[in-house]
């Protein structure tokens, strides 16, 4: 089982980046894929997440203007891309994958990341130039 995370790196303010989580040994379609930030001191935050099927997505509050994730099932890779990247959007990004439960994706994605994500890459290091 493997989720490995690329694209990071330094990109200006105002500019786009695009990440992609490239995944292998488990059913791609049964599982729901999610982008979190997470850096030391600070709480795993869940950014986007997409669905099995790649029909359903969630996007946080702050971010849902500027993210855009989808599933490209040909070859397994989860790719979300950033507009207009902002300084709050540097971190570390993770990948996971998990198995949202009878309260969706949005809660997956959310309150109830520790419970429904059980496979994670090792992340990617966003950084914002001014």
């Known amino acids: 089982v493997q989720l490995v995370e690329s694209g990071g790196g330094v990109v200006p303010a105002g500019g786009s980046l695009h990440l992609a989580c490239a995944t292998s040994?488990?059913?791609?379609?049964?599982?729901?894929i999610g982008w979190f930030r997470q850096d030391p001191g600070r709480e795993r935050e869940g950014l986007s997440c997409?669905?099995?099927?790649?029909?359903?997505?969630y996007y946080g509050e702050a971010v849902k203007e500027r993210f855009s994730v989808y599933k490209d099932f040909s070859t397994e890779t989860v790719h979300l891309r950033i507009d207009n990247v902002q300084p709050e959007d540097a971190g570390v990004y993770r990948c996971?994958?998990?198995?949202?439960?009878?309260?969706?994706?949005?809660?997956?994605?959310?309150?109830?990341?520790?419970?429904?994500?059980?496979?994670w890459g090792r992340g990617t290091h966003v950084n914002v130039s001014s």
């Open positions: 040994g488990f059913s791609f379609e049964g599982y729901a």
């Open positions: 996971g994958a998990g198995l949202p439960g009878s309260k969706g994706l949005a809660d997956a994605c959310t309150v109830g990341i520790q419970w429904y994500f059980l496979l």
């Open positions: 997409i669905s099995g099927d790649g029909r359903t997505t």
